[in-house]
């Protein structure tokens, strides 16, 4: 089991930043593949950006590259999404998740654990 709390959302304007957290529970964190989706109201979860278990390998939806970063620190079992130049459509609740051996996980059915997500809210 890895258990998976994430921090950082808030209320901000349109153009500023935010830096979400993920801190996960497990000493192996640092073989999991870590993902963030979001979910607005109404909507379904939508794939943000994955990172893989070194670092090394990221991957982001066209809607948030160039945008936003994901990053880990496997020392502190903790991965981030920074979020910069937000607007008002990012506004959802975010989730993180752990997945292991997946090539390209972009469906949330690819994820095993969950957070229990951070509102992020973009006004205009």
């Known amino acids: 089991q890895v258990q998976l709390v994430e921090s950082g959302g808030g209320l901000v304007q349109a153009g500023g930043s935010l830096r979400l957290a993920c801190a996960a529970s497990r000493r192996t964190f640092s073989s999991y593949t870590m993902g963030w989706f979001r979910q607005a109201p109404g909507k379904g979860r939508e794939f943000v950006a994955y990172?893989?278990?070194?670092?090394?390998?990221?991957y982001y939806a066209d809607s948030v590259k160039g945008r936003f970063t994901i990053s880990r620190d496997n020392a502190k079992n903790t991965v981030y999404l920074q979020m910069n130049s937000l607007k008002p459509e990012d506004t959802a609740v975010y989730y993180c998740a752990a997945t292991q051996g997946r090539l390209k996980p972009i469906l949330p059915g690819e994820y095993a654990y969950w957070g229990q997500g951070t509102q992020v809210t973009v006004s205009s």
């Open positions: 990172i893989s278990w070194s670092g090394v390998i990221t």
